[in-house]
């Protein structure tokens, strides 16, 4: 007591009491994959742990501090998180049947919603798959993606009850209030674009990563998609090679589609271009979409790795793309 009060007198501070660490950093023994909303002010870490029977965790955090934290029973495969901090989590059900007897072996993928506190507001079966584990093609979920209006976008190879596609996603759309349905449309077909792959070729390195990416454009109730595969396309010169985009709307509308360089311009094709080998992909960019505000975001140009703006503007209840100045 007398040598910390001669510190003190002294001038010398007192040792500093240790901070314990915030909740999500006290989960020993996990494993956390983190999930960022659109604008990336949002975090969702989504953490499990090796331990057989412990709980899954998921945790929430506005601009790096904790908004809500909460354990669930079953994991989710997919899952997002928006602006608002709300969560939407698919999982797939599964019977305790033998798989392949389709009248006991169906199992069905269920949606989730947890809103800004933790609280899980609504759940509903969205997919059904009594096909898994057998020689037919079974249900796939490829994403879900948290749009503006609070809206939902399950990404799946099936729209509606027995009808498939290995060619072209299709796309459900549900209010995320009470996962009511808003549209249903298939983003190949509506935007009049040749069939897609529902993943990347196996040669690409990219397991498991769908072909198609969208991302939704913040403050505005639209999405913008990046297609595949580029094209070779005539310009002032000679020809070069372009990467695909288009912005539509949640019903599947057609906005517009935009076509960036991703090579130099060439008198003709170059007859070595191959996509299945890495120099034929050299073009394409990890990174390709930013959210610059409400109604603001760039697209990646794949030749410089430029940033090119565009404003989504609404005009009399529709909306038109604008090259931002």
């Keep these: 007591m007398l040598a910390l009060l001669l510190l003190v007198l002294q001038g010398v501070a007192a040792p500093q009491v240790e901070v314990p660490p915030p909740p999500w950093q006290l989960l020993s023994g996990y494993e956390s994959q983190l999930i960022r909303s659109t604008s990336g002010r949002v975090e969702l870490a989504y953490s499990v742990s090796s331990r057989t029977g412990a709980p899954i965790v998921l945790t929430v955090l506005v601009e790096q501090k904790l908004l809500w934290q909460r354990t669930i029973e079953a994991p989710l495969e997919l899952a997002t998180v928006d602006e608002r901090g709300w969560v939407a989590g698919f999982r797939w059900t599964r019977p305790q049947s033998p798989p392949c007897d389709h009248r006991l072996g169906t199992r069905f993928g269920e949606l989730r919603v947890y809103d800004a506190r933790g609280t899980l507001v609504t759940r509903r079966s ?54 009511s349905v808003v549209a249903r449309w298939s983003p190949a077909l509506a935007l009049g674009r040749p069939s897609t792959p529902l993943w990347l070729p196996p040669e690409w390195d990219r397991e498991g990563e769908p072909a198609l990416d969208v991302r939704a454009i913040v403050g505005a109730p639209l999405v913008a998609v990046r297609w595949p595969l580029p094209n070779w396309r005539a310009v002032e010169g000679g020809v070069e090679l372009q990467e695909d985009f288009s912005v539509a709307a949640f019903d599947g509308a057609k906005l517009v589609d935009l076509a960036h360089s991703a090579s130099p311009v060439r008198a003709e094709p170059d007859p070595e271009f191959n996509l299945a080998l890495p120099r034929g992909r050299e073009w394409r960019r990890d990174e390709w979409f930013r959210s610059l505000g409400s109604g603001h975001f760039a697209l990646v140009r794949a030749l410089d790795g430029a940033w090119i703006e565009y404003r989504a503007v609404a005009d009399q209840g529709s909306w038109r793309i604008e090259r931002a100045p």
């Design 126 to 179: 969205a997919l059904s798959d009594s096909g898994w584990g057998c020689m037919s093609m079974g249900t796939t979920a490829v994403d879900v993606v948290f749009l503006a209006d609070q809206r939902i976008l399950l990404r799946a190879n099936q729209c509606a009850e027995g009808e498939f596609s290995q060619h072209h996603e299709c796309w459900s759309v549900y209010d995320s209030r009470d996962l």
